[in-house]
Antibody, heavy 119, light 112 residues
Framework: QVQLQESGPGLVNPSETLSLTCTVS????????WSWVRQPPGKGLEWIAW???????KYNPSLNGRVTILLDTSKNQFSLKLSSVTAADTAVYYC?????????????WGQGTLVSVSS | EIVMTQSPLSLPVTPGEPASISCRSS???????????LDWYLQKPGQSPQLLIY???TRASGVPDRFSGSGSGTDFTLKISRVEAEDVGLYYC?????????FGQGTRVEIK
């Protein structure tokens, strides 16, 4: 049973860069697509980006080019960087794995980590 | 981007009774291969979302058969044949036919 765990600062200053890491255990990071999804307090889900170990990436245009997603197969981790953050980026950030089939749905999720943007 | 619209946004249910949630998309979610690229997720209180249904009607591993998905094109439905207390939470549909993937607003299911 694969498990995902997000880690990173819980508080980020406005205009700075939010950095999170997702550590994958119980399975290999290779051969799968991996995503970041966020949920502002009391609101719905927003897909941010995905990455495949082939190096392919896809980003949500709504984030205006502020996002970078990276994968480190040697550490079985992938990461998220979101630059020039504002209060609107305050959210619970989830990392998730795409099931290899059909719609490639998100079949395994981390517990989520709350990141607040405030000075 | 594809806009997903769920209804109702709040659904009070009686245990043992059926429940139904609608999800509509601004563009067809049917691919050229005939598959419908629509997933359903449940976020129980205080938990991460969990996958219920993918390809519009395929139950994910371990999902009870009281959950079923149907629909095609732009109109989809999630049905719970007999609601149990553990089914409370927020239900989201998500389209997977086109990037960026987009979610519905969520439907809150609660026990009456």
């Amino acid at each position: 049973q694969v498990q995902l765990q997000e880690s990173g600062p819980g508080l980020v200053n406005p205009s700075e860069t939010l950095s999170l890491t997702c550590t994958v255990s119980g399975g290999s990071i290779s051969g799968y697509y991996w995503s970041w999804v966020r949920q502002p307090p009391g609101k719905g889900l927003e897909w941010i980006a995905w990455i495949h170990d082939s190096g392919r990436t896809k980003y949500n245009p709504s984030l205006n080019g502020r996002v970078t997603i990276l994968l480190d197969t040697s550490k079985n981790q992938f990461s998220l960087k979101l630059s020039s953050v504002t209060a609107a980026d305050t959210a619970v950030y989830y990392c998730a794995r795409h099931f290899s089939g059909g719609t490639y749905p998100l079949d395994s999720w981390g517990q989520g980590t709350l990141v607040s943007v405030s000075s | 981007e594809i806009v997903m619209t769920q209804s109702p946004l709040s659904l009070p249910v009686t245990p043992g009774e059926p429940a139904s949630i609608s999800c509509r998309s601004s563009q067809s979610l049917q691919s050229s291969n005939g598959n419908n690229y629509l997933d359903w997720y449940l976020q129980k209180p205080g938990q991460s979302p969990q996958l219920l249904i993918y390809l519009g009607s395929t139950r994910a591993s371990g999902v009870p058969d009281r959950f079923s998905g149907s629909g095609s094109g732009t109109d989809f439905t999630l049905k719970i044949s007999r609601v149990e207390a553990e089914d409370v939470g927020l239900y989201y549909c998500m389209q997977a036919v086109q990037e960026p993937r987009t979610f519905g607003q969520g439907t809150r299911v609660e026990i009456k």
